[in-house]
């Protein structure tokens, strides 16, 4: 069959250049195409946690902006300046989102690698290059990952996602239909963001498969109606317990799916082996102002307080089967597979 197109989101969504680094505002597209310029890691740090970029994009992101900050080191004399600078970089990054663990290692990998060329007179751009190989190596797993999710996936099967699953589910839809199958995505909106109506539909669109966008409280209705046949969700953290730990409404989902006999399979490149149970991880409380909100404008009583949890945790009894880089599992396994021995 003809190439699948990438999604302008992958494409586009990141683009580091000499002294900048331009990040594809989400908040706003496919409504409109804007950029956000960062010139520093500061730039960067607050547009993560500002929701400019979500997803697996801070990975990215947070690269990108460590590349600047090595720049600005490689202007500093001494080696100690240049430890210091981006070890403040570093721990301000891995700061902005901590629910996901993307952020903290790539940012972990590339301190260490900045260790062998802190006192190189082109630390800025050998550090661009160390960073433009982690993104080819995240992109290599995200292909991984969709060839193993895509076997899960029946010919004419319908499946529900919630919010938007990058590459994740990109790359499973890409090896989808390469492998001649034909489906359709239903989106649930996902508030407050809208990230499902807006970046997930919108990107399945540009691969031209059919989608739909339903309200988030409607997903248990889609599935006792037989309007779905699969719930296939991306994973910000899989912890060695089998939790899968994702963008808040998943949970309820799950609980849907299995009261009506539909398996829940989840993407993840690969489980978090420094987290044993979900008690090892920092569950994001954004504030929740931010659910009184869509789009810039207030959509709820000035009387009313809001609550906004970015993530909840889907317990393994509830998961059919965890995608991830290497081989489909079930959560029972997956402390088996991704313990990391420890040195004797």
């Not at 594809?24 to 409109?32: A, E, G, Q, V």
């Not at 300046?81 to 790539?106: G, W």
């Not at 398996?263 to 659910?291: H, K, L, N, Q």
């Not at 810039?296 to 009894?317: N, S």
Request: proline residues 4%.
């Amino acid at each position: 069959m003809n190439a699948v197109t990438m999604p302008t989101i992958i494409a586009k969504g990141i683009l580091l250049e000499d002294e900048a680094v331009r990040i594809l505002d989400r908040r706003t597209f496919p409504l409109k195409t804007e950029y956000v310029v960062c010139r520093t890691y500061e730039d960067v740090a607050v547009a993560i946690e500002q929701m400019v970029t979500q997803s697996s994009g801070p990975f990215f992101a947070a690269s990108a902006g460590f590349v600047l900050a090595a720049k600005q080191a490689g202007r500093m004399r001494s080696n100690e300046d240049r430890r210091a600078l981006l070890s403040k970089a570093a721990v301000r990054l891995i700061q902005t989102r901590p629910t996901n663990n993307n952020i903290r290692d790539v940012v972990a990998h590339l301190v260490k690698e900045a260790d062998a060329i802190l006192g190189d007179e082109d630390i800025g751009i050998k550090m661009e290059e160390i960073v433009r190989v982690a993104w080819a190596r995240q992109q290599e797993l995200s292909r991984n990952l969709g060839a193993n999710a895509a076997r899960l996936i029946d010919n004419g099967d319908t499946i529900l996602t919630h919010c938007w699953g990058e590459s994740g589910i990109v790359e499973t839809l890409n090896a989808t239909l390469r492998a001649g199958k034909k489906v359709k995505v239903v989106c649930t909106e996902t508030r407050p963001y809208l990230q499902g109506s807006r970046l997930t539909a919108h990107s399945i669109a540009e691969m031209g498969i059919d989608v739909t966008v339903i309200t988030d409280n409607m997903g248990a209705h889609a599935m006792d109606r037989g309007i779905v046949s699969k719930l296939l969700t991306a994973a910000d953290r899989v912890t060695l317990s089998g939790h899968v730990i994702n963008k808040v409404g998943t949970l309820q989902l799950a609980i849907a799916a299995n009261n009506f006999g539909l398996p829940f399979v989840t993407m993840v490149r690969i489980p978090d082996a420094a987290a044993s149970t979900p008690d090892d991880v920092r569950m994001e409380e954004r504030d929740g102002d931010e659910s009184l909100h869509c789009l810039g404008m207030r959509t709820a009583t000035p009387l009313a307080k809001g609550w906004y949890p970015a993530f909840d945790v889907t317990p393994p009894k509830l998961v059919s089967a965890i995608a991830t880089a290497v081989g489909v599992f079930p959560p029972t396994l997956i402390r088996e597979h991704f313990t990391v021995p420890r040195a004797s």
